[in-house]
């Protein structure tokens, strides 16, 4: 941009001199024109390079503003010492702000490391325990703690990615492989079966799928715990949940329906967000947290959330998951949560 003004300013300079050869052999010209001309160029030019210089100072707040927004926190702007105080201050509010988001941002991965970490040995030594335990029982009692030592299992490897999520800073971390869709099913309905059989709920798997999964098979469990948790809290007591698989062109769908008290139709917008509960079950204990995690770990491996009123009355989530063979869309866990109310 200095370039090119420069090379305007020569031109115009070129032509004040062919004007000003011109005015020399005419005696009718005004002589006192010219300087005013040559100072007007001149303060032009001035002008032009001081905006010239505050756009590119510009340009670099630009610049590192999306630095920080793709997860670099080290994106800074340095300015001329001479640059007009706005874009000086703006400068400097940029950068503080910069300092407190990476200053947030490590105070909670050095959160999750710490907890990760501290989780870590209390659940290895019951899971000694519960191997000690199942060389002492058997029948009923021996499959129980099989059980419970798979569930520890799964609990480790919830702990593991948090320990690379907190180190890597990025994304969550997304493993997928083969996994049959009634096996999924079948894993978390017989985890959560006894939680249902407290509340005398009757859990049940109503449709089979011989469809082969694409999939994080923790995440997917994870989201599937979710809505399990969710139909067994909101259910009243001697009810029923259902859970079908049905294939949905190039995805198999999960769908879970209880019999709770649903949610009112002119707030199927808000589900998934953040700490929002419905009016029908804020006596319930919760935070409002569970499905607007579910719906970000949906989208981070290629599924997405669906939400439907059950008849006569109830709630209907959809979880759908990409099938082998068709390659699953993993997202950033940073990007727009997978979820999607009814047509």
């Excluded at 040559?38 to 100072?57: F, P």
């Excluded at 030592?149 to 890597?168: C, F, H, K, P, Q």
Aim: some cysteine.
């Amino acid at each position: 941009m200095a370039i090119r003004q420069m090379k305007a300013f020569v031109c115009c300079v070129l032509l004040y001199s062919a004007r000003s050869s011109a005015v020399e052999t005419s005696p009718e010209a005004d002589c006192g024109s010219g300087p005013v001309v040559l100072g007007s160029l001149l303060v032009a030019l001035l002008v032009g390079l001081r905006w010239t210089r505050q756009r590119r100072q510009l340009r670099e707040l630009v610049r590192a503003a999306r630095r920080i927004g793709d997860g670099d926190l080290s994106g800074r702007v340095s300015v001329h010492p001479r640059a007009p105080v706005e874009v000086r201050r703006l400068a400097d509010a940029f950068n503080d702000m910069a300092d407190s988001v990476r200053t947030c941002m490590e105070k909670q991965a050095a959160i999750v490391v710490d907890v990760s970490h501290q989780l870590r040995n209390p659940l290895t030594v019951l899971s000694l325990r519960m191997e000690m335990l199942s060389l002492s029982v058997e029948g009923k009692g021996r499959e129980e703690a099989d059980l419970i030592r798979e569930e520890m299992n799964r609990l480790d490897v919830i702990l593991g990615r948090l320990l690379e999520l907190a180190s890597s800073r990025t994304t969550l971390p997304v493993r997928t492989g083969p996994m049959a869709a009634m096996d999924l099913v079948t894993d978390r309905v017989v985890a959560w079966r006894p939680q249902a059989e407290t509340r005398s709920l009757r859990l049940v798997v109503a449709a089979a799928s011989s469809a082969v999964l694409c999939v994080d098979v923790t995440l997917a469990g994870s989201i599937l715990d979710t809505l399990l948790d969710n139909a067994i809290k909101f259910s009243p007591e001697g009810g029923r949940i259902t859970v079908r698989l049905r294939d949905d062109g190039p995805m198999t769908t999960v769908e879970v329906v209880d019999e709770g008290p649903g949610v009112d139709p002119d707030d199927f917008d808000r589900i998934g967000e953040r700490f929002w509960r419905g009016a029908a079950t804020r006596e319930v204990p919760g935070t409002g947290l569970g499905l607007s995690i579910a719906c970000e770990m949906a989208a981070v491996i290629g599924g997405q959330l669906t939400f439907a009123p059950a008849e006569p009355h109830g709630l209907s989530v959809g979880l759908r998951l990409p099938r082998a063979g068709t390659g699953p869309t993993v997202r950033s866990s940073s990007g727009t949560p997978g979820r999607r109310r009814p047509d």
